[in-house]
């Protein structure tokens, strides 16, 4: 089964709108990551957050975890037709590997 | 600091035919993995090597695929006789060592076609 599972499925917005992602996820973790894939190419990583921690922003981008309700969200605000990507949470396993386990991802549409 | 590489960028075989994907981890980093994507989907483990040594293949399917990392040069997933459900983006990552913060950096991956 998903470790993490993201919400939407697929978001459209307009241009400078702010967009809102959900992921939520099944077991203890370390750190709950967030990647960006553009169509046909490879993950960039956007933001690490450890579980001891509950917000973290990094430019347009806030990062919220919520380890009670094993939830994270990733808010992008003043939205531009670059963010267009699908957008995946991944968290990496306990026990030595740190094998990340991938939802199936958000595709945000942001039309200009 | 070149990041990671991955030749092919593109891969068409036919069925039957063997595949070969290669990944160059970005410099310094001693720890690889692979990952498969379908279309539509996230991305799927399916194996962790450092240098010389499969760490966890608990992803690889247990026939006709195979992993190496070599102590010199690239790592190496190879797929026998390849079927049409093997089509897919394959994705190899790199990090510098294992940590609770370990940041993994991905290449461009690879999409094979299997016709």
């Known amino acids: 089964s998903q470790q993490g599972e993201e919400d939407p499925q697929a978001l459209s917005i307009q241009e400078g709108e702010n967009a809102t992602m959900n992921c939520s996820y099944k077991t203890s973790i370390n750190n709950l990551q967030w990647y960006r894939q553009n169509s046909g190419r490879g993950l960039v990583h956007l933001i690490l957050i450890r579980s001891n921690e509950r917000e973290k922003h990094s430019g347009r981008l806030r990062v919220t975890l919520d380890t009670s309700k094993k939830s994270s969200s990733l808010l992008i605000t003043a939205s531009r037709a670059a963010d267009t990507a699908s957008y995946f949470c991944?968290?990496?396993?306990?026990?030595?590997?740190?094998?990340?386990?991938f939802g199936k991802g958000t595709k945000l549409t942001v039309n200009p | 600091n070149a990041g990671v590489m991955q030749n092919p960028r593109h891969l068409v075989r036919r069925r039957g035919q063997e595949a070969r994907l290669r990944c160059s981890p970005m410099k310094g980093h001693s720890h690889v993995y692979w990952y498969r994507q379908l279309p539509e989907e996230g991305l799927k483990f399916m194996v962790y090597?450092?240098?010389?040594?499969?760490?966890?293949e608990s992803g690889m399917p247990k026939e006709r695929f195979s992993a190496e990392f070599p102590k010199e040069g690239p790592s190496i997933l190879r797929i026998q006789q390849v079927v049409r459900g093997d089509s897919a983006a394959y994705f190899c990552a790199s990090s510098p060592k294992i940590s609770v913060d370990t940041e993994a950096f991905f290449g461009q991956g690879t999409r094979l076609t299997v016709v």
């Open positions: 991944a968290t990496p396993t306990q026990g030595g590997s740190e094998k990340l386990v």
């Open positions: 090597l450092q240098k010389e040594n499969i760490i966890d």
